[in-house]
């Protein structure tokens, strides 16, 4: 059997069967860091009602965005989430900001691919609705935070803060 | 009026009237870096198979999310994509892969918001086939290279390989 | 905490926790009242064929709108549906058709607004199909009927014969 | 034929073929009504935050839902819409929130499904967040305002102020 | 350069690039048969409601899975359908419906998969609603009858009633 | 009661109630075969980088195929599927591939029109990358190989080699 759980050797890819798993209540965090620059960044902070609007987009389509996970994502499972919830905090040097999301479900699969799929599509988001201030807006270190709940026990950046920087 | 072209003072968010611009050929091309680690990259690496399989399925949900691209961002215009191109690189020393992904159309705005959501949801999708192996891969550098055709003219990142690594 | 279920004080919009909640049967009924105006409505009945064609359309349009709920209205848990059903009374004096859908499910949330997702849906889809033959028809008192199998108990609109006129 | 375009007398529906109609810019705007109650209107107005949050969360889905129009009228064309604009008012004595949806194209067919469905897609939201606080929402008087582009000149309803009360 | 028009040597697959394509009408009409068996068969011509019923929701199905074709087929491009039209025809030997879709638009490439799409759906809409009564349906004979309006001129199956039949 | 399942009679269509339907672990393999023609057929066995991009492009969309049938078949049920698996086998004599669909869940439904639209949605796909190549490819056979689970007992094809090929 190949390492890769969605490959089954010269048979090509497929969803795997998680009829014998258990389901569980399970929980993943996820995040990202959007650099916006010094433009785009201190037009956001500096106008309270824009940044109200940007953030609360985002947070919509990052909710939104977790329930379409599986069907973006080829060989997800689809899933019932039973909550999403994203917060924002601004670093006012890195002219950044940084996205996390967390994803909770009972289900016999996890839901990291749903947290991260939140957070890309609110980073997408913040970039669409400040990219007439920017061109050069970046989206980074996307990643797992943490996960609770699978067979395989929790999963949790040790250091997070020792990550490179995006 | 707003510097953010999406928001609209006191009356909050709103989809840009374009139907004053002109149609025109219009191109963007983004990139994205999934850094993978040693075991997973690897893993890759070793297995044509499972190569080939990771990246199609990664090329083709990258073009079937460029597809979507209207339906995820909240304020972004539906357009008729005429084409969509993803190409990968492997980098054996950062063992990362990174995604570019090409998008054309003949419209009336631009399409880097599709050419970024093509990038990411590949990116998504190397990471949903390869997270049973690591679950510390990093989704990095997701950004604009170059968009052609507009009424603003060209934008082309001038350095990119000085872009700090994602 | 805000009295609005899907806020969070300063934190903004959020799909709400239904991890702790005991998943039970759960039924929701919804109407909504389509005016259509003398020549559209006679136009309607007159043509036996006609009626039923239009009639059909709706109801298969108001079942695959009741599915498509957890997509629309952003915050809505996506949910399972055991069962839609949708009916029509149509008024002669009024002009008017009367409709109701009854959604079934067993699950940890409700199904009201899948209930009035249905018949908006349905309600748009008579609009839409008789839209040729007047421009001032009117969709009106889409409300929730009845609700039972949730932890607050029953709900029953008391005297609905007595609502005001949508 | 059917004075209803959509029908096809014993051919069925249909979706009609708009090939020969020349392509023009179009606008519609349409209107619905959310009639909250005194408690849910009240405890909307007293809390800022809360009423940034809904009614922008409305804005959002009624932008989203114009754009899903041709996916949930079963016999709408496929639309690329070229702006969409939702607004609010709020009636202090009727307790209720008035929705107006501008939607603009260039096509050959016209907009008025997409206006109506922002609105109905927006009121739905604007129901889901209040409907902890009071079972008894309705929305009404969902309606066509005024229509512009199309070979059959412009409409407009001549007295809105003196329609009937949804 | 591959002979497969979406495939691009070793680097894999890609949605062609249609911008150099002039826009013309096009035209194309697809065919399937479903062969229910004579207890199916019967139970629908017998009951003049239920026939209407089915036939309905699979013409309805037809044409909105028209609508997804660049949803559903990877490498599709997303095309502005300007109308679709299906029909039935039954044969009572035969114990089959045979369901016939005609797709028109005008646009850079054609439609044969937006009608190969339509009269699939509408196939397994009737397969269904009547797999209650036979689980030996079988659907059959999904082709391209003919094809107008594109560079490479008109395409018309030659002597359809010579084709081997489902 | 009407023999057709999803008809209520003069009530129309309904998606009918499966809430006192006990949840069991539910099988489907659903089966179709596209016949290529020798020139299609030999362009792909002749370049195996070709088909496998071909077969991987098929395998992915009938996954997601599958996924999509609660949206695409007006009155089936939506599901979570546990998973999907499509292999694939070319019949050199006759220019065909042969698709076979294998669908699991847990649920109080079957999945038969899962596994009906994953091979149907698969085959779809390999024509459209084929097309290029041969307008006279066609699509057969679709039908049901066997379904376990339910609370009718198992079904299987009793001879699947007599039946009559497609």
Redesign the interface.
Known sequence: M??????????????????EKTPT?RTAVAQSVVFLGSDAFR?LIN?E??K??????A???G???A??T??????????????????FSLDEEAFSVTIKATV???A?TGV??EA??AV??A???I???????S??????????IS?EGGVHGS?S?SHPHK????
Chains 1, 2, 3, 4, 5, 6 share one sequence.
């Open positions: 190949s390492q890769f759980s969605h490959l089954n050797g010269n048979e090509g890819v497929q969803m795997v069967d998680i009829t209540v037009a106008d009602v824009a109200g609007d940007v953030l609360t987009s947070q919509l389509a909710i939104m965005g329930k379409e599986g069907r973006l994502i080829p060989l997800c499972h689809p899933i019932l989430i039973n909550s999403v919830n994203l917060s909770n479900t009972h016999n990291e691919m991260l799929t890309s599509v980073s997408l988001t970039y669409d609705m400040c990219k007439s201030i061109k050069a807006i970046r989206i980074t270190n996307i990643k797992l996960k999963y950046v990550q490179p920087r995006g």
